[in-house]
């Protein structure tokens, strides 16, 4: 199965910004869509952006941007003025079976994560 790395995280003050990539270890250009998930502390894993096999963009909350490079199997995630609510664990995630990146229980995928924490 193909394996994703996650990197960019860190810690940054309010108002930073940050790149995070995930690197596949495969190709990444087959599935269904691909998704960029946090979890806060005591809080469920959402989805915070979404982009599809041809590169249409489902969901992008606000500040954040979606992209990918088929060519060097990478995703990101673009993450602009941030906020200490957005401090959490960062995943990368694919579908690879059509169930769809609205849900992380549609994932079969993932990255390990990566820690963002955002200091007022």
């Known amino acids: 199965q193909v394996q994703l790395v996650e990197s960019g995280g860190g810690s940054v003050q309010a108002g930073g910004s940050l790149r995070l990539s995930c690197a596949a270890s495969?190709?990444?250009?087959?599935?269904?869509?691909m998704a960029w998930l946090r979890q806060g502390a005591g809080k469920e894993r959402e989805v915070v952006a979404i982009?599809?096999?041809?590169g249409s963009v489902e969901l992008e909350k606000d500040r954040f941007t979606i992209s990918k490079d088929n060519a060097k199997n990478t995703l990101y995630l673009q993450m602009n003025s941030l906020k200490p609510e957005d401090t959490g664990i960062y995943y990368c995630?694919?579908?690879?079976?059509?169930?769809?990146?609205?849900?992380?229980?549609?994932?079969?995928?993932w990255g390990q994560g990566t820690q963002v924490t955002v200091s007022p």
């Open positions: 995630a694919a579908d690879d079976l059509g169930n769809g990146c609205g849900e992380a229980r549609g994932l079969d995928v």
């Open positions: 495969g190709n990444i250009a087959g599935y269904y869509c």
């Open positions: 982009i599809n096999v041809d």
